[in-house]
């Protein structure tokens, strides 16, 4: 026996991994400390116009609140109308409830979970092939949609821009909606002539398997499958107009959501500020740090309707605040009360389903 305790002669067991630190260890407190650091300069940057603030919390307006709401669940409406559209051209039937009830879920996740967007993608795509829909169609309906989203989120900053009178060159606004285009039309050739791809995927495939130094056919197999699948995607003109339309009514919904939340509290917001305001909310609100975006989201929105849409800063906290209320807190409570009620009870085809998507990339 050894010092230990160890028998003689046998080598001693690898420390566990709880026994040692990881070599970041120390990115966890650098990521602690900016943030209790960006809590306290928010708080003192707040401080002197929370009073002013809770006094126009108190003189809400309940009407503008109601619109508030419901302008909101028009804009999840209208995304859940952008995924059944996009199903829909997959060949995938599925109702508007049950499409609705899918983003609820998901956004619940995505904005209350760490590393919600993960939970989220999983889930939808989890719930997509539960419609009927295969695994390529399920991929395309979920990149798709964030095509889609992350592309109405653009054209809103650029109008807030041109309307605010900034300059936009004209090579970059041809340009983003070149690339909108382009990818709308690149999936339509591709799904109504696989043939075309079919030479490009063997020749890739060839090439990856010669660099990991396998078999020259290895998964040459699968290419057909994967073709026949695409093949069953055909984003016609009407799907597309449809899609674009909903797209529009789910962004511009929650535009006037967010000026329904200024008006509530008594403010008059610019038009071309409230755009940039949103735009610019939404996408600092994409950077996974804290669930839903918490602190850094609400301080863009706070600095976004100061600096652009021309109200004072405690009219932009309150209208920050209703809006965060209505679009974050509510939206997940709804969104899990969904998840509770119709998802939580576990499906046998949810293991089959994980496989599936731990194997694909977004």
């Known amino acids: 026996m050894t010092a230990n305790g160890e028998p003689a002669g046998e080598p001693a067991p690898p420390p566990t991994?709880?026994?040692?630190?990881?070599?970041f260890w120390w990115v966890k407190w650098v990521l602690g400390v900016a943030l209790l650091a960006l809590l306290i300069a928010e708080g003192i940057y707040l401080w002197p116009r929370l009073h002013e603030s809770?006094?126009?919390l108190s003189d809400i307006h309940w009407?503008?609140?109601?619109a508030c709401i419901w302008l909101q669940a028009l804009?999840?409406?209208g995304f859940g109308r952008v995924q059944k559209q996009l199903l829909n051209a997959g060949g995938v039937a599925v109702s508007q409830r049950k499409s609705v009830a899918v983003v609820y879920g998901a956004t619940a996740m995505s904005v209350t979970l760490p590393a919600g967007q993960v939970f989220s993608t999983a889930f939808t795509y989890r719930q997509t092939r539960r419609f009927g829909a295969s695994p390529i169609v399920?991929?395309?309906q979920l990149v798709f949609s964030g095509v889609v989203a992350a592309a109405g989120l653009a054209l809103l900053g650029v109008g807030g821009t041109l309307l605010s009178g900034g300059t936009i060159g004209p090579f970059k606004l041809i340009l983003s909606l070149?690339?909108?285009?382009?990818?709308?039309?690149?999936?339509n050739y591709v799904s109504r002539n696989p043939g075309s791809l079919e030479a490009l995927l063997r020749r890739t495939l060839g090439l990856?398997?010669?660099l990991r130094k396998r078999p020259a056919d290895q998964g040459a197999n699968k290419i057909g499958d994967v073709l026949a699948q695409?093949?069953?995607v055909d984003l016609g003109k009407r799907d597309g107009a449809l899609v674009a339309v909903w797209a529009v009514l789910h962004r511009f919904a929650d535009v006037a959501c967010l000026g329904a939340a200024c008006y509530a509290v008594g403010a008059d917001p610019r038009l071309a500020g409230l755009l940039l305001a949103f735009a610019v909310g939404k996408a600092v609100g994409s950077i996974p740090f804290a669930p839903g975006g918490i602190v850094y989201v609400d301080a863009t929105l706070i600095y976004g309707l100061t600096a652009a849409a021309g109200l004072p800063a405690a009219q932009a906290v309150a209208a920050a605040f209703v809006y965060r209320l209505v679009s974050f807190i509510l939206v997940a409570i709804v969104g899990w009360i969904v998840f509770l009620f119709l998802f939580r009870t576990p499906q046998d085809d949810d293991a089959e389903f994980e496989k599936e998507f731990s194997q694909r990339r977004f």
């Not at 070149?178 to 999936?187: C, F, K, L, N, S």
């Open 17 to 23: 991994p709880h026994g040692r630190r990881g070599k």
């Open 54 to 56: 809770w006094r126009k």
């Open 63 to 66: 009407g503008w609140v109601a």
């Open 75 to 77: 804009s999840m409406s």
């Open 138 to 140: 399920a991929s395309w």
């Open 178 to 187: 070149a690339a909108v285009v382009a990818v709308v039309w690149g999936g």
């Open 208 to 210: 990856v398997n010669r």
């Open 230 to 232: 695409l093949e069953s």
